[in-house]
T-cell receptor
Framework: NAGVTQTPKFQVLKTGQSMTLQCAQD?????MYWYRQDPGMGLRLIYY???????DKGEVPNGYNVSRLNKREFSLRLESAAPSQTSVYFC?????????????FGPGTRLTVL | DAKTTQPTSMDCAEGRAANLPCNHS???????VYWYRQIHSQGPQYIIH???NNETNEMASLIITEDRKSSTLILPHATLRDTAVYYC???????????FGTGTRLKVLA
């Protein structure tokens, strides 16, 4: 059981380049999330997918797009990277259990935009 | 979702109990209290959650005050590996939104 996996672990981009961050979970969870974490800050929600086929904006969606490819996979795309998008990106998944939905996080992707 | 307030940093001697407080005075009746920790720059790790009763698992205990306006995470015998940033989050199931503050940086001292 790998839990939540993310690829790549590290990435360096030039301003204007595009890339897709991949996330997969093997826990059969319905909900998936993308967060970013800037130095010294807490995590901020970019987008989430409550269930397969649905996506919604979080707190900081500008400059990003997402695709819920299937129940397992949720990708985050930067169409034209900017230095302000230099951050650590975390993917998470959760499943509703009664009145709670505990989130489980991947190891992160460290992105630098020059 | 309610906002939380935590101390910026705390120290704890190895082997002693670490008590991490969290204030959530605006919590509503259907909001749960969750605790996560983040070691170095790894992904946050779930620790424990509760609604109004005290909870205990293999990692920690969670004490929630009767008025639910504050809680305390207790690591009963802190080790050096417990050095991390601890986040207290309140959230309602189905809102799909955790609001992370800056957390408490716990340093366990040898």
């Amino acid at each position: 059981n790998a839990g939540v996996t993310q690829t790549p672990k590290f990435q360096v981009l030039k301003t204007g380049q595009s890339m897709t961050l991949q996330c997969a979970q093997d826990m059969n969870h319905n909900s998936m999330y993308w967060y970013r974490q800037d130095p010294g800050m807490g995590l901020r929600l970019i987008y989430y997918s409550a269930s397969e086929g649905t996506t919604d904006k979080g707190e900081v969606p500008n400059g990003y797009n997402v695709s819920r490819l299937n129940k397992r996979e949720f990708s985050l795309r930067l169409e034209s990277a900017a230095p302000s998008q230099t951050s650590v990106y975390f993917c998470a998944s959760s499943e509703k259990d009664g009145s709670t939905d505990t989130q489980y996080f991947g190891p992160g992707t460290r992105l630098t935009v020059l | 979702d309610a906002k939380t307030t935590q101390p910026t940093s705390m120290d704890c001697a190895e082997g002693r109990a670490a008590n991490l407080p969290c204030n959530h005075s605006t919590i509503s009746g259907n909001e749960y209290v969750y605790w996560y920790r983040q070691i170095h720059s790894q992904g946050p790790q779930y620790i424990i959650h509760g609604l109004k009763n005290n909870e205990t698992n293999e990692m920690a205990s969670l004490i929630i005050t009767e008025d639910r306006k504050s809680s305390t995470l207790i690591l009963p015998h802190a080790t050096l590996r417990d050095t991390a940033v601890y986040y207290c989050i309140v959230s309602t199931s189905g809102t799909y939104k955790y609001i992370f503050g800056t957390g408490t940086r716990l340093k366990v001292l040898a």
